[in-house]
C-alpha cells in the first residue's frame, strides 16, 4: 500500500483526498495486523506481509518525514518502506508553483536521511536520480 501524505489539507490541495491521512493510517495498521512484517523467500521475492511505497514530493509536499516518523512508531522501525523518486509533473500539477517540476536530490536525499533517522532500515531507496 502507499502512503501518501502526512497531512489531510496537503491531501486534499493534491488529490482532492479529505480525511486521507485518518483512514490510510487506520488501514495500514490494520494491514500490519493482518500480514505482519515482510517475509521474502530465498531467492529475495516477497511471499507475505507489508511493504508501504512513498513518493516523495517537490517542497516535501507528502510530509515524508512525518509519514517515516509515523510509521516507525506506530508500526515499528522494522517495517520496510519503499521510497519513491519518480514523482513528475502531470496533468494539473504542471500548473501548479510548487508541483510542476521534478524532484531534487537534495530533496531525496532528505527524504534517506529521514529513513535512517526512523531506522526504517529495511527499506528499498531509488539511486537513479538524476
Partial sequence: ??????????ALRTSKMPRYVDH??????EMHRQVGP???????IARRGLLI?????????AGTREVLRWIAEELGP???????????PAWKAVNDPVLNRRLTWTEYSAAIDALEEFQLDA???QEDLM
Fill in 123 to 125: 527499506g528499498y531507496v
Fill in 78 to 88: 522494522g517495517t520496510p518502506v519503499s521510497l519513491m523518486d519518480q514523482y513528475f
Fill in 53 to 61: 511505497r512513498h513518493l516523495v514530493m517537490p517542497e516535501d509536499i
Fill in 38 to 44: 515482510l517475509q521474502l523467500d530465498e531467492e529475495g
Fill in 24 to 29: 490510510n493510517q487506520i488501514t495500514l495498521r
Fill in 1 to 10: 500500500p502507499d502512503a501518501k501524505y502526512s497531512d489531510n489539507k496537503n
